[in-house]
């Protein structure tokens, strides 16, 4: 089944300039419904009242006050959520991050900086071929 | 009145009552008793004075020394000069940075956005853009200099508190891990690393790869300088793959 590119989908990044950018290239690949947050807080109170869930969470890890990796777990346990993809892009890249990014069950890891084949290469792995 | 002074004032008590002919034979014994007491308690008191006094030079040839050595930290010219100067640097590379990603980000967004077919001079325009691009890359020649001014003065305070932990025999072991300090660590807070990202993205791909990872794949993300195993055990690896 095609992936609907009409989905909302959420960016969260502290720095403005990574949310154009991301936003820049999901643009490019033909997603049209974007909205960002500015840290893990703001994108689960998003989240928990959207009126249409999102369809993919690309967030960073690094931020404050609520980290990606800490709004990863809340996701994870949130029955209302918890299905949710989620790709974290991130500087953070030593291996211990990536182990526990996955054993909170993250969809996909993207160290930065990348590129927009890596983008969407990691997004077609989680929600399918667009 | 120092201990040593007590003692020899109860002493001459005892030999003030002693001379006084007293007869009864327990009140003599009490007295004789006493006098070896105040004798002993007169040395004990006397060493301790000594040891007592001895400290105290201690201290305060250290905190004679600690004064000394903060006055070489020169902690004002840090407070007042230094650090507002590197923050002011800093905010002015966040700020330079800032504005440039703006124009070429924007620039680049103004050629995404042009129609080739519908624009007049597309080619002109777009050498154009590629100039504005060009010029605002400019921003990195000051970024450089003022990051070279930065870490000058981050050298300069790193070599004083040094050479000051050095000469108080700081043990870095012995303080306490701050709550932020703790969180960073809890949350693996470890920030971008330097040369590029310490594990790759290849070998991240192989984590997430469809079925169960090989042991190669997995032994790949934990070998050489990329490897940060220390925290992590086999078991935790093997659950990942469960």
């Known amino acids: ?130 | 009145m120092g201990a040593n002074d007590a003692a020899l004032r109860v002493k001459e008590a005892i030999s003030h009552l002693k001379s006084q002919n007293v007869k009864d034979r327990q009140l003599v014994d009490v007295l004789e008793l006493s006098g070896v007491l105040t004798d002993a308690m007169g040395h004990f008191f006397s060493a301790l004075d000594e040891t007592i006094k001895d400290e105290f030079v201690d201290i305060a040839g250290f905190i004679k020394k600690a004064r000394n050595e903060i006055g070489d930290l020169r902690p004002k010219d840090i407070k007042t000069n230094r650090i507002p100067s590197a923050g002011e640097e800093l905010e002015a590379i966040v700020a330079d940075t800032e504005i440039a990603t703006d124009k070429i980000m924007q620039t680049a967004e103004d050629v995404l956005a042009m129609d080739p077919d519908s624009t007049e001079d597309f080619g002109m325009q777009i050498q154009d853009k590629m100039l504005v691009i060009i010029e605002a890359c400019s921003f990195q020649d000051l970024t450089g200099q003022r990051v070279s001014k930065v870490v000058n003065t981050l050298k300069q305070i790193e070599d004083r508190i040094s050479r000051f932990a050095e000469v108080m025999g700081v043990d870095e072991d012995e303080v306490e891990i701050t709550p932020e300090e703790q969180r960073r660590r809890d949350l693996l807070l470890n920030g971008p690393a330097i040369g590029g990202p310490e594990t790759a993205q290849d070998d991240i791909d192989a984590m997430f790869a469809e079925g169960p990872a090989g042991q190669d794949d997995i032994d790949a993300l934990f070998d050489g300088d990329d490897a940060e195993g220390e925290e992590v055990s086999q078991d935790d690896i093997d659950a990942l793959f469960d």
């Open chain 1, 1 to 130: 089944m095609a992936v609907d590119l009409s989905m909302p989908v959420l960016v969260v990044d502290d720095y403005k300039t990574m949310i154009r950018i991301i936003r820049n290239l999901l643009k490019q690949l033909g997603f049209e419904n974007v909205e960002d947050a500015a840290d893990g807080q703001e994108a689960l109170e998003k989240m928990k009242n959207a009126d249409q869930k999102f369809g993919l969470v690309i967030s960073d890890w690094n931020m404050e006050p609520m980290t990606g990796y800490e709004l990863l777990r809340e996701v994870r346990a949130d029955d209302g959520l918890k299905a949710t993809p989620f790709i974290m892009v991130t500087a953070e890249s030593k291996t211990e991050n990536v182990v526990a990014a996955k054993r909170a069950g993250v969809n996909n890891y993207i160290v930065k900086p990348f590129n927009a084949a890596t983008l969407k290469s990691k997004i077609a792995a989680v929600i399918g071929d667009f």
